[in-house]
């Protein structure tokens, strides 16, 4: 409490000019203020993970986490593409032995030597369904999944807090050995779940009549899942679909994260913070936010990246990252968070595409030297040759950069990132920063862009 009070009292000091005062920012039970969550695991690397399940994620725009056996010597570069998509990629051990053969720690340093994804290998699902370790299952990953949670004495479905050792995450086993064999069989699991505010895993295997290399026990319907998919993505405004890792890291954050608001100047200030300490995750997941709001038009940077925002029903809506800055709600006109020159910047609708001229912008960040320079020279010194793909960008393990078939700029995978868009003029048409998986940031005129990721730069037509 003590620490809290200090806080406060130097947020009004830093904002004299204004009287400051506390008012409440609320984080979100799930990502989005969804009321429920459901995770689809697929253990034992099957081929038809890679062919299959991963094209029919995307055709919903889902993600899901696929458990690897290091010695089984799954399709590296298959599952690689599936974590550059966004999918989290887990282990399940090197050899599938009883109790995991000791390589909780073994198996997670050797399949983060083959795959790379943002948040590392941070979640383990245990073969053949038997606890192993436990302390070495956590010294390692934040989640440790057993399979159905009936078999343990526990319940199937999870509550908003998760399950009560994070040793035992329970999924429910979907195929022909398990309980869950139609759409209905997981549509009312996910109904349930948005019910209760809950959360459900699901445990798939290989598919019927798909090719499932190792993975052949209990074969689930792919249309089964189809159908679920589908069904989610009708109610994606109650259901949260994501990997376990990320649900798990989300759960965690929002119980041990504090969001202060103060208002001075016109302008509202949240700090999101949290102080987790594990050698596993940075509990960098986003967290969704709403803050009480009466203007009609915000503009809401976290350390002076724009973030997505809107506003309904007396509240601003917005997803932070902990941990990463000071979170700044400026109305229409406000002074905004530019960290270069509050006169230069204006406030800006989320829904605005028109081109912003100022060249002030084109270094938002403050991170480098380079403001006022044309993009596209430096583009062009740093990149390799004039070789750069037109339609996908650039792909790597960490982002994506590429256009959509309906001609947006879509950048994957860079959550918390800054992203900046310029067109062929050098001028910044568009300012955001990354939030969840593929998320379109522009649309507009034919010709050339380049996008900036970070302190990475790529180039892409529409
Ligand atoms: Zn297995």
Redesign the pocket.
């Known amino acids: 409490m003590n620490n809290k009070i200090s806080i406060a009292a130097i947020t009004v000091g830093m904002f004299a000019a204004g009287s400051a005062f506390a008012q409440d920012a609320e984080i979100a039970t799930w990502s989005g203020f969804r009321k429920g969550a459901a995770s689809f695991t697929f253990?034992?690397g099957a081929p038809s993970h890679v062919s299959d399940a991963g094209p029919m994620f995307k055709k919903y725009g889902y993600k899901g986490t696929f458990n690897l056996?290091y010695n089984w010597n799954p399709n590296w570069s298959g599952f690689q593409g599936l974590a550059d998509e966004g999918h989290e990629i887990a282990s399940?051990s090197n050899s599938?032995g009883n109790n995991m053969s000791g390589e909780e720690a073994s198996s997670k340093n050797n399949i983060k030597g083959k795959i790379n994804q943002k948040y590392g290998i941070i979640t383990v699902?245990y073969?053949?369904c038997n606890v192993p370790n436990e302390s070495a299952v956590l010294q390692n990953y934040i989640v440790g999944r057993i399979c159905n949670g009936s078999w343990q004495g526990m319940s199937d479905n999870m509550g908003k807090d998760g399950p009560s050792n994070w040793a035992k995450v329970p999924a429910i086993m979907t195929g022909s050995e398990g309980q869950l064999k139609s759409t209905n069989d997981f549509t009312g699991q996910m109904q349930k779940v948005v019910q209760s505010n809950g959360w459900v895993a699901f445990l798939t295997?290989g598919f019927q009549g798909k090719s499932n290399g190792s993975?052949t026990?209990s074969p689930t319907d792919i249309n089964a899942i189809d159908g679920a998919l589908k069904w989610a993505q009708q109610n994606d405004k109650d259901i949260w679909v994501a990997p376990m890792g990320f649900v798990a890291m989300y759960i965690k954050e929002r119980n041990a994260s504090k969001a202060e608001a103060s208002t001075s100047g016109g302008n509202i200030t949240v700090k999101l913070t949290h102080n987790i300490k594990d050698n596993i995750s940075d509990y960098d997941y986003p967290l969704s936010l709403r803050v009480k709001y009466s203007g009609s038009t915000a503009n809401v940077t976290q350390a002076g990246a724009k973030l997505e925002s809107k506003i309904d029903g007396g509240y601003v809506y917005f997803d932070a990252v902990p941990n990463a800055g000071d979170i700044v709600i400026a109305g229409e006109g406000g002074s905004g968070p530019s960290p270069e020159s509050s006169s230069s910047s204006v406030a800006e609708s989320s829904s605005s595409k028109t081109a912003k001229s100022s060249s002030s912008r084109s270094n938002p960040w403050g991170r480098s030297s380079s403001s006022g320079t044309n993009p596209w020279e430096q583009f062009i010194s740093s990149s390799s040759g004039p070789d750069a793909i037109e339609d996908i960008a650039f792909t790597n393990q960490h982002f994506s950069v590429y256009r959509s078939s309906d001609n947006y700029i879509v950048v994957g995978g860079a959550q918390g990132m800054p992203i900046t868009v310029y067109n062929h003029m050098g001028q910044v048409v568009r300012v955001t920063r990354g939030l969840g998986f593929e998320q379109k940031v522009y649309s507009g005129a034919k010709g050339a862009y380049i996008v900036r990721v970070g302190n990475k730069t790529f180039k892409v037509s529409l």
């Open positions: 253990d034992d056996v399940h599938h699902a073969p053949n295997h993975a026990y």
